[in-house]
């Protein structure tokens, strides 16, 4: 039986996981392992994907998946696994031996394996009797001055924002990893200037299969932070846990915030602290980032740990009598192996091995084995397969997990009842049950763009405009006033006041919208979203996970291209870049509110609803093509947690409003005040560099003529079209303001075309070239050659479309 075929309410036992490469092991990271216990909870509104409960928490995965996971019943898997005690123990009878079993065998097993005085109990860190793990006699701190970097390194949804933000205050800077676009934050601690603590992506694994993970792995081994903090959900440790457990074997000081606390003791549950910390060696701090508990012990903490490099204790987690020692005598013999070329390759030797029994071909490579070496590897782990099994990538997450089961059993005392598990799951079931969470996204979407664009963010820019308006105006009788320069005149007010200013009018919408976008994506509506959407998405060759940025295209495309980064893998990124501009966003409305109504009065809404409606089918057009030719890659699999609802922190959001204010401000005053500038001077000058007495003879006019030829087909070849076209590439709503100063009247516009041309241009408005500000931000995220050949693309699907409509619209 596979795992597609189970109920829902029900549970079954995996008893093995098929598919193959980075899909598979993705499911291994995510706990998806044999012997484990899951739940169907619920399938998507669509019937697919499915909602499972595993290790106690929620995951999504695809049916298509799911039909490669087999699974046997809960109950003859239990007994198996009592009468063979040699399971794991992860099925529900299993689990309850296994803790016992544990918990006594772990007056050895808890002890850190570094040999020295283990009759005292030591904790880890600073300010106990930490004598096992900071040795005064020997203790060799890093110099005064040395600047203590930290990784700060957690799953997804762990409270990392909200830690990073209490632990930096204002000073952060955001650039990109080197080489790659993923967001690279980092800032002083707060009071300790000589440290700097780096935000890594939210990862689950250091698997090399996102960029995320590529990056964070690098960032520890090459860039060699002299400590990490390592976020853990409190209320979830079995999934957190995992990947502590692999940063651990990267052999830096590292200290555990154990965050979330105030919620796991608001349902009446604990974590005994001591004993993680003996069981993992490393200091482990409750902390509480929202509520800014326990985060100064955590800093002294991680402060101490990096001062005297002080290195996990424990990196050996592999159990002796699990699986008859298989997989441990597996990892040991390959560590003995390739120490020499873990050493030289500067890699971390447990790391080494584990990865190597992965199959990771990054290391494998980095290490430089020879063919003996690795035929020796390679039958060492074909040995321990057969004795376990279990195959390779399945034993090591199964050693993994193994121990963290045991911890959980030992130091975790679980809460009978989560109230936030309770009232996620009384939410869920409008949100994406059968037959409401459709009418709830649709109802919830409608609602944010109605606040947004109808009433907060409407309301705000026209405060802005008319206070934009009027400093123009004071600046224009000044100058007139003064009598300043006519040309110098003309560029203040014309180029840059206009230029600027009607940019800058677009920001409270753009903060707004932020706002309500983070809301949803903090309080965790936006994983169900993608939950939701992922069956339609797929058949555009997208996942769920890439409706958030196209819905944020709909208002601007620059958040939504920005908001892209959220997704796993760079082919759903580029795909989805490419797609937003079809979103037609608020800047077009103008255009056609102002075309409609001279062409088509009586149909405004009519029209304006098939534009839309015309965008998206285009752009659903495009992702079929390109699923068969430029984007054929493999589909990202759909195996997402789904996180409690949660309120987010006001701080939080407050910080995210501000930076991306000023995100906007510098874009502004950057690029948009030098194309203001430009077009400024095109319009204003002729083509011997003197003043154009009219408009027809300036140089824009003359570039403009250069291209008309291009729009006689499309039933539009008049250069002042064109020029308001090209003022459009630098904001859509010049579009209008173009051709109101260079037709004069609407009845001169009226004659100047025939009804089927101005619909011809209405689609190759709604369809050309996305404006300079959203090409601005294509390149920042996938670079310049994206950023061009977007353009080029946009425009050409924009001809080839209004000339079809043109066609057709003539015949008729
Ligand atoms: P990230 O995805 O790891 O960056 O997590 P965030 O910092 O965005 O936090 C996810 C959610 O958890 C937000 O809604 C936070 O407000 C909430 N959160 C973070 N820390 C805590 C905490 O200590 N206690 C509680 N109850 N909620 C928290
Ligand atoms: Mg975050």
């Known amino acids: 039986m596979t795992l597609n075929e189970l109920k829902t309410g029900e549970s079954a036992v995996i008893t093995k996981v098929g598919g193959e490469g980075a899909l598979r092991q993705h499911f291994l990271d ?127 949804n762990s409270g990392k924002t909200t830690l990073f933000n209490s632990l930096t205050g204002s000073n952060q800077h955001v650039g990109n990893f080197p080489g790659v676009t993923v967001d690279r934050k980092s800032g002083a601690i707060r009071g300790h200037a000589d440290t700097e603590v780096v935000d890594l992506p939210g990862i689950y694994s250091l698997s090399p299969y996102t960029e995320e993970e590529i990056v964070s792995r690098q960032y520890i081994i090459g860039e060699k932070p002299k400590g990490i903090i390592n976020i853990v959900d409190a209320t979830n440790i079995e999934r957190n846990l995992y990947l502590t457990m692999q940063l651990i074997e990267l052999d830096v000081p590292m200290v555990l915030a154990l965050n979330m606390m105030d919620e796991l003791r608001g349902n009446g549950g604990s974590v005994r602290t001591n004993d993680m910390e003996a069981m993992l060696g490393i200091p482990v701090v409750p902390i509480s980032a929202a509520k800014n508990e326990g985060v100064d012990e955590l800093v002294a903490h991680a402060l101490h740990v990096a001062k005297y490099q002080e290195s996990p204790a424990k990196q050996d987690f592999c159990d002796e009598s699990d699986h008859g020692g298989a997989i441990h005598r597996c990892i040991h013999g390959i560590m003995s192996l390739v120490e020499d070329h873990a050493k030289r390759a500067g890699i971390p030797i447990r790391f080494a091995a584990n990865k190597i029994i992965e199959g990771d071909e990054r290391v494998i490579k980095a290490l430089e084995l020879s063919r003996n070496e690795r035929e020796m590897i390679e039958h060492i782990i074909l040995q321990m397969e057969e004795e376990c099994g279990l195959d390779r990538a399945a034993a090591i997450a199964d050693m993994r997990f193994s121990f963290v089961e045991k911890l959980a059993a030992k130091c975790v005392v679980k809460p009978v009842e989560s109230k936030e598990r309770e009232r996620s799951e009384k939410i869920d079931r409008i949100l994406t049950g059968k037959f409401t969470a459709i009418p709830a996204f649709i109802g919830i979407m409608a609602l944010v763009f109605w606040l947004t664009f109808g009433v907060i963010g409407a309301w705000l820019q026209e405060i802005l405009e008319t206070g934009i308006d009027s400093l123009t105006g004071l600046v224009d009788s000044a100058f007139e006033a003064w009598n300043v320069n006519e040309v110098l005149h003309s560029l203040v007010v014309d180029g840059i006041f206009n230029g600027v200013g009607s940019v800058l009018s677009f920001m409270p919408i753009i903060i707004i919208l932020f706002f309500f976008l983070s809301l949803l994506e903090d309080t965790g509506y936006m994983a169900r979203v993608a939950f939701v959407m992922d069956k339609p998405l797929r058949r555009l060759g997208l996942s769920g996970r890439s409706i958030v940025p196209m819905l944020i295209g709909f208002g601007c495309s620059v958040p939504g291209v920005m908001a892209s980064r959220t997704l796993p893998s760079q082919r759903d990124r580029k795909l989805t870049i490419m797609l937003i501009p079809f979103m037609s966003c608020t800047a077009k409305l103008p255009i056609y509110a102002f075309f409609t109504g001279i062409f088509f009065p009586g149909h405004s809404a009519l029209v304006m609803i098939g534009l839309y409606l015309f965008g998206i089918l285009t752009g659903i057009l495009t992702a079929h093509i390109s699923k068969y030719t430029a984007f054929k890659g493999e589909a990202v699999p759909f195996v997402m947690e789904l996180p409690n609802y949660r309120m987010p922190g006001a701080k939080n959001v407050i910080r995210l409003l501000w930076e991306k204010a000023k995100d906007f401000l510098m874009r502004a005053f950057t690029i948009i005040f030098v194309a203001s500038i430009a077009i400024w001077f095109l319009q204003t000058f002729n083509l011997h560099f003197g003043l154009a007495a009219t408009s027809q003879e300036s140089i824009l006019a003359s570039i403009a003529n250069v291209f008309t030829p291009i729009f006689k087909p499309l039933g539009f070849g008049d250069w002042r079209i064109v020029t308001a076209l090209i003022t459009g590439f630098m904001a859509k709503e010049s579009v209008v303001s173009t051709l109101s100063v260079l037709f004069g009247d609407s009845s001169a516009l009226l004659s100047a075309f025939a009804p089927a041309a101005a619909f011809a241009l209405l689609i190759f408005c709604l369809l050309y070239t996305p404006c300079v500000a959203a090409i601005a931000s294509v390149k920042r995220e996938l670079g310049r050659k994206w950023a061009f050949g977007i353009v080029l693309f946009q425009c050409a699907v924009a001809w080839i479309m209004a000339f079809i409509v043109y066609m057709i619209a003539s015949m008729v």
């Open 30 to 156: 995510m706990g998806v392992i044999p012997k484990t216990e899951v739940t169907l909870i619920k399938f998507a509104p669509m019937g697919d994907p499915m909602e499972l409960r595993i290790h106690g928490y929620e995951l999504t995965l695809r049916i298509a998946d799911a039909k490669k996971i087999e699974i046997g019943p809960v109950r003859a898997a239990a007994e198996k696994d009592d009468a063979a005690e040699n399971g794991t123990g992860k099925t529900s009878a299993g689990r309850q031996k296994k803790r016992r079993s544990a918990a006594e065998g772990d007056a050895e097993n808890g002890k850190p394996d570094t040999g020295k005085a283990a009759a005292r109990v030591c904790h880890p860190g600073f300010g106990e009797d930490g004598v096992l793990y900071h040795d005064p006699a020997t203790e060799n701190p890093l110099p005064e001055g040395t600047v203590l970097t930290f990784a700060l390194a957690g799953n997804q």
